[in-house]
């Protein structure tokens, strides 16, 4: 099999991130035995630096001719200042709408050897693994009217809307996903509030009739946040629109120990996009030191979703947890860092190695051989 993927490194640590999720990506795609090739083109800062737009029309096209697209981040402050539709978010926004995923998942998983990363008790996110299905192409995201007025009074506005059938391709994401994992479907909205939620929830809980072993609840925003930290084993499949899904999915980074962490694959349009959660994070950018694990677990998505290739998928799963249960870290997880002030945390197990953003992306590759060496010698007896 051919697969062709497009490469979008985008700003600050961007490349740094992609660069390690790329070395994986080709070694598990060379293990099975599958042809790929890359091409690398500009988002963001980049671009607008380069082509004076944060989304040139080549890098479309060459996105639309992939199979797949694996993005790094984009944004940095040397852009605070432009017009919102001329800042590197806007190239990655319009990215989104022309390749056309509407289902954004993004997993967060609470990863026992690093359970002191989390300011959260060990005991309370122990075991944690939430699918957040968040929307991705519609409400206050996309909505229009949208803009600042200059009156006697300056005002500006923005409109949160949504159609049935945008919420109810995305719910049976979610319900698809959920019959895959614990068959349970929390719905997060202001049905209390807003109109926009009301028809969210009406809308799910009909999408729901569809899916009788899947559980489904619903869920006030301002409640989920609180019960993320209280009780993040409560949830499996969360799904939520766009501007919600935002920010649940920044907190339970809180859960994983570290927004580098997380992994998010776009799927449901033309063609699907595969990008770390975390931003471009200037302020460690260029130094070696951005934790890869969200780009490459996100390389590990592009092969489920896209290649078709869930046992590889799974082997870069259990490669990123073997290299922490051995004790590697980013600085991002590193004593200093995470919450080692609980006694004896930072003590307990194996003694913890502080590794750089390229040493990480070496340590997974080579315990992806391990892990498929292992398995082939379990098959072979
Ligand atoms: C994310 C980011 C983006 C978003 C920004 C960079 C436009 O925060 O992917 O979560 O808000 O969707
Ligand atoms: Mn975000």
Redesign the pocket.
């Given at each position: 099999m051919k697969l062709h993927i497009t490469i979008l490194p985008g700003d600050g640590v961007g490349p740094e991130v992609t660069g390690e999720a790329v070395r994986v990506l080709r070694t598990v795609l060379d293990l099975y035995g599958y042809d790929a090739s890359f091409e690398e083109h500009p988002i963001g800062g980049v671009a607008i630096r380069q082509f004076g737009v944060p989304l040139p029309e080549a890098t479309v096209r060459a996105c639309m001719n992939s199979q797949a697209v694996l993005l790094g981040?984009?944004?940095g402050p040397e852009f605070d200042s432009l017009p919102a539709g001329q800042k590197?978010?806007?190239g990655?926004?319009a990215l989104?709408q022309a390749l056309g995923g509407y289902a954004?998942l993004?997993p967060a998983i609470a990863y026992g050897a690093i359970a002191e990363c989390s300011p959260v008790r060990p005991e309370i996110i122990k075991g944690t693994d939430i699918l957040i299905v968040?929307e991705?192409l519609g409400g206050i995201?996309f909505g229009e009217p949208r803009g600042i007025s200059d009156g006697p009074v300056s005002a500006a506005h923005n409109t949160m809307r949504y159609s049935v059938p945008e919420i109810e391709r995305v719910a049976r994401v979610a319900f698809y996903q959920a019959q895959k994992r614990h068959r349970k479907v929390t719905s997060v909205d202001k049905a209390n509030v807003l109109e926009t939620s009301q028809l969210w929830r009406q809308t799910v809980a009909r999408v729901g009739g569809d899916y009788p072993e899947v559980k489904l609840e619903h869920v006030y925003v301002d409640a989920c946040a609180m019960r993320l930290i209280t009780h993040p084993g409560s949830f499996d499949v969360i799904v939520t629109e766009?501007?919600f899904?935002?920010i649940l999915?920044?907190e339970v980074a809180v859960i994983s120990g570290s927004l580098g962490m997380l992994a998010?694959a776009t799927i449901g349009g033309k063609v699907d996009l595969y990008?770390p959660?975390h931003?471009s994070a200037p302020d460690i950018a260029g130094r070696g030191v951005a934790n890869p694990l969200g780009a490459i677990a996100s390389a590990a998505m592009l092969l489920r979703h896209s290649a078709g290739l869930e046992q590889g998928a799974r082997d870069i799963e259990d490669a990123i947890r073997e290299v922490l249960d051995a004790g590697h870290r980013t600085a991002d997880l590193s004593p200093q860092h995470s919450n080692s002030g609980r006694a004896g945390d930072s003590q307990r197990g194996r003694a913890k190695r502080v590794v750089s953003t390229a040493e990480m992306g070496a340590l997974v590759e080579s315990a992806v051989g391990d892990v498929t060496d292992r398995r082939r010698a379990y098959h072979a007896v």
């Open positions: 981040a984009v944004g590197p978010e806007s990655l926004l989104r954004n993004r968040r991705l995201y766009n501007l899904g935002d999915s920044d998010s990008e959660v931003g």
